[in-house]
T-cell receptor
Framework: GAVVSQHPSWVICKSGTSVKIECRSLDFQATTMFWYRQFPKQSLMLMATSNEGSKATYEQGVEKDKFLINHASLTLSTLTVTSAHPEDSSFYICSARAPGRGETQYFGPGTRLLVL | DAKTTQPTSMDCAEGRAANLPCNHS???????VYWYRQIHSQGPQYIIH???NNETNEMASLIITEDRKSSTLILPHATLRDTAVYYCIVKTNDYKLSFGAGTTVTVRA
């Protein structure tokens, strides 16, 4: 149990385009999901906390107009990287908090984004 | 959240127990100890967590000292697939996970 999926697993796009990444909790409902970013040889950095039915909370230094988060249902959160640039190339990982399991976070497999 | 200190890296032999230490001397009474691991190019995988008592599941055992200032994650029979970066994180249940550098564990045949 507690499976989180992400789609797509990797994406290549041209500079200036927008990319949407989906995060789904497959066997539980998640009122809270999280989005992280990981650059090569670095640890995960939290970008934002996504609450179902309300606006996301962004960490300091993360541009909310560039990284649009929508958490429209208890099993789906989306991250849209708008007007992507090469410096946005990274490994994007989501997690979902599982109520009733000690509030443990379960992670998706990640989405590798390459902006050319 | 309390900060943790972990060794940068460690090697262990396949088939032997791997003992991963973590210091968290400033942990608060309501903070849990969580362990995750990240295999190369994958999302982190939850391993185990605990508050005061020792915990065991199908993946590992977590031993927390009585004063809760340190803990040890035990992988009972390490395999090559256990090669990963292991993160020890302390936090309250309703707070965010904060990932440090972790311990890079290499299991050797």
């Amino acid at each position: 149990g507690a499976v989180v999926s992400q789609h797509p697993s990797w994406v290549i796009c041209k500079s200036g385009t927008s990319v949407k990444i989906e995060c789904r909790s497959l066997d539980f409902q998640a009122t809270t999901m999280f989005w992280y970013r990981q650059f090569p040889k670095q640890s995960l950095m939290l970008m934002a906390t996504s609450n179902e039915g309300s606006k996301a909370t962004y960490e300091q230094g993360v541009e909310k107009d560039k990284f649009l988060i929508n958490h429209a249902s208890l099993t789906l959160s989306t991250l849209t990287v708008t007007s992507a640039h090469p410096e946005d190339s990274s490994f994007y990982i989501c997690s979902a908090r599982a109520p009733g399991r000690g509030e443990t976070q379960y992670f998706g497999p990640g989405t590798r984004l390459l902006v050319l | 959240d309390a900060k943790t200190t972990q060794p940068t890296s460690m090697d262990c032999a396949e088939g032997r127990a791997a003992n991963l230490p973590c210091n968290h001397s400033t942990i608060s009474g309501n903070e849990y100890v969580y362990w995750y691991r990240q295999i190369h190019s994958q999302g982190p995988q939850y391993i185990i967590h605990g508050l005061k008592n020792n915990e065991t599941n199908e993946m590992a055992s977590l031993i927390i000292t009585e004063d809760r200032k340190s803990s040890t994650l035990i992988l009972p029979h390490a395999t090559l697939r256990d090669t990963a970066v292991y993160y020890c994180i302390v936090k309250t249940n309703d707070y965010k996970l904060s990932f440090g550098a972790g311990t890079t564990v290499t299991v050797r045949a």
